[in-house]
């Protein structure tokens, strides 16, 4: 069983910088694409950013471009979503989703997925 345990959301004010991390174990790694997806109340889950195995091709949703960062470390077996100059717009439950082939936006398409950790961003 592949588990994912994200870490890193909070509270923070418009213009602030996080970044979320997602711990991956039960599969190898190096096997799996990451994708960091996003729900906001009363919204559809959200593309944000996905990183693929080697070579590590990366592809972002339009509202992330410029202000996000997806990354992997092979070696601690994790991914990392650095998010910067953040807006009351990217308030939303943030989920890792893991699949094994090749990367992909679209939720359905993800086999294993953590809890989500809560991203609050205000005014």
């Known amino acids: 069983q592949v588990l994912l345990v994200e870490s890193g959301g909070g509270l923070v004010q418009a213009g602030a910088s996080l970044k979320l991390s997602c711990a991956i174990s039960?599969?190898?790694?190096?096997?799996?694409?990451v994708a960091w997806f996003r729900q906001a109340p009363g919204k559809e889950t959200e593309f944000v950013a996905v990183?693929?195995?080697?070579?590590?091709?990366?592809r972002y949703h339009d509202s992330a471009k410029g202000r996000f960062t997806i990354s992997r470390d092979n070696a601690k077996n994790t991914v990392s979503l650095q998010m910067n100059t953040l807006n009351p717009e990217d308030t939303a439950a943030y989920y890792c989703?893991?699949?094994?082939?090749?990367?992909?936006?679209?939720?359905?398409?993800?086999?294993?997925w953590g809890q989500g950790t809560q991203v609050t961003v205000f005014a």
């Open positions: 039960g599969r190898t790694f190096n096997d799996l694409a």
């Open positions: 990183i693929s195995r080697n070579p590590q091709l990366t």
């Open positions: 989703a893991a699949r094994g082939g090749v990367i992909s936006s679209v939720p359905g398409e993800y086999e294993h």
